[in-house]
């Protein structure tokens, strides 16, 4: 019984390493300090540094300066997750630097397994992957084909796509 496969043959180790490499190759931004926009958006935004006043940060521009009305930046889960740091750990940048590291981790991850099974949706219905495509790629009522099964699935993704960029919202 092999206990690693190749990541090219198995979802389960190219989803492992890319997660585990995310983390590894941004793990040296733990130790720095806040930089740029986190000195006015964290540091200096007094609004989510306690949490009887987080809900106005909630409800307010994402940039707490001046400008923030002129940016149009409205980041209310962004906001509570900063608020709610603040309030765990206080003014320990390598903490929210961890954070942010280990969810690049899980969302490296993730992006690489939606990836994986699409690509498999793709082989199954284009009938690459088997000789027999399983009933739902099967298009048009056609029997023992594909028919117009991967021309939909490609639809699908397609309009999934322009429905979520955030230019045609």
Known sequence: MRTWDSPLRSVRSAVFLAGAAAVLLSANSVLNDF?????SIIVENTEIQDLSTLPKALISPYWPNEYGKDLGLWRPVATAFYGIQWAAWGENAAMFHLLNVLLHGVVTALVVLVLAELALLSLVCSGTAFLSPSPSCRGGGKRGGVGRGGVVVVDV?????????PSRN
């Open 35 to 39: 930089a740029f926009g986190d000195i």
């Open 157 to 165: 993704r397609k309009s999934d796509v322009l429905r979520f960029h």
